[in-house]
């Protein structure tokens, strides 16, 4: 990790407060999605229990992907590659909810409002 710093990389150590991994809606909503492949079953208890631990010593997240260097029996990387929305999508999306979120809080609170749509 010196070595990184050493050349001008900026380490976000992965840092949680108390034992829940995720607290906001979004972020449990994440984690309850990949719970549902089957594959990570024995991978996920892993990591959380890395993260508990501090052994997250390095965490980029950026479009499209999440970036982790992690300390176990050696220093190894992990990549989470995600598929982004084009522009055109995202705009198709956007223009579908419009008039049906009430409100910018209550979507960052995951919650959608009950506006009858035309």
Known sequence: MEKLKKKGHIVSPG???GRA???NFWGKAWCENLERYSDYANRLPRGR???RNGSVVDLQIERGQVRAMVSGSDI???KIEIGTVSQARWKAI???CLGSIG???ELLQGKLSSIPRN
Do not use: G, N, P, Q
């Open 15 to 17: 840092v949680i407060e």
């Open 21 to 23: 991994i995720a607290r």
């Open 49 to 51: 229990t890395y993260v």
């Open 76 to 78: 190894y990387s992990v």
């Open 94 to 96: 956007c223009k579908d």
């Open 103 to 105: 409100s910018l809080v």
